[in-house]
T-cell receptor
């Protein structure tokens, strides 16, 4: 099984529908992230969570919400999907332990969830 | 706001050629990472560079961190079709990860033709 599992892998929906993308991890990491990928724009951070009681907005949180149900689970919701939310969504985890002075925060990504909003 | 600039955005070369991808920022990095992403998969870490002037090698890939820690490059020697993919640089600002967020460049799409 993959360390970071995203469901669904592909989803087509209509404008105005509520969508939830789910992420679960077996890495035991406290930190979890949701990124959005669009061609030519790289990965942009939507929300991140450093533990179950901690939720933070990223660069592009408008139109999205998240829930950290447990250390291993972090879900992303689109309350009312719109076409410009069509994108590839990635969940990632990280463990700050062992980084030393560098503070290098290495991410482990899921395989992605492709969402199309018609 | 795009804080990391990668160039070129697209690169199509023949097998055996050399190439360099650049990642630049107006901010000083506390560390910089390079990831590679293949179609249908998430990005996978290639390397982390931390010290200004640092050079790291991963087989035919050479990663360099600028002396001022504001830029980095990835050089591939004798590219092979298996090197095809999206290469992403990512910047981390916070030491000791009080923040822990990574900001990504827009990526370089590399295609290596046989």
């Amino acid at each position: 099984d993959a360390d970071v599992t995203q469901t669904p892998r592909n989803r087509i929906t209509k404008t105005g529908k509520r969508i939830m993308l789910e992420c679960s991890q077996t890495k035991g990491h406290d930190r979890m992230y949701w990124y959005r990928q669009d061609p030519g724009l790289g990965l942009r951070l939507i929300y991140y969570s450093f533990d179950v009681k901690d939720i933070n907005k990223g660069e592009i949180s408008d139109g999205y919400s998240v829930s950290r149900q447990a250390q291993a689970k972090f879900s992303l919701s689109l309350e009312s999907a719109i076409p410009n939310q069509t994108a590839l969504y990635f969940c990632a985890t990280s463990d700050p332990g062992g980084q030393g002075f560098s503070g290098a925060n290495v991410l482990t990504f899921g395989a992605g969830s492709r969402l199309t909003v018609l | 706001t795009q804080l990391l600039e990668q160039s070129p955005q697209f690169l199509s070369i023949q097998e055996g050629e050399n190439l360099t991808v650049y990642c630049n920022s107006s901010s000083v990095f506390s560390s910089l990472q390079w990831y590679r992403q293949e179609p249908g998969e998430g990005p996978v870490l290639l390397v982390t560079v931390v010290t200004g002037g640092e050079v790291k090698k991963l087989k035919r890939l050479t990663f360099q961190f600028g002396d001022a820690r504001k830029d980095s490059s990835l050089h591939i020697t004798a590219a092979q079709p298996g090197d095809t993919g999206l290469y992403l640089c990512a910047q981390s600002w916070e030491i000791y990860n009080q923040g822990g967020k990574l900001i990504f460049g827009q990526g370089t799409e590399l295609s290596v033709k046989p």
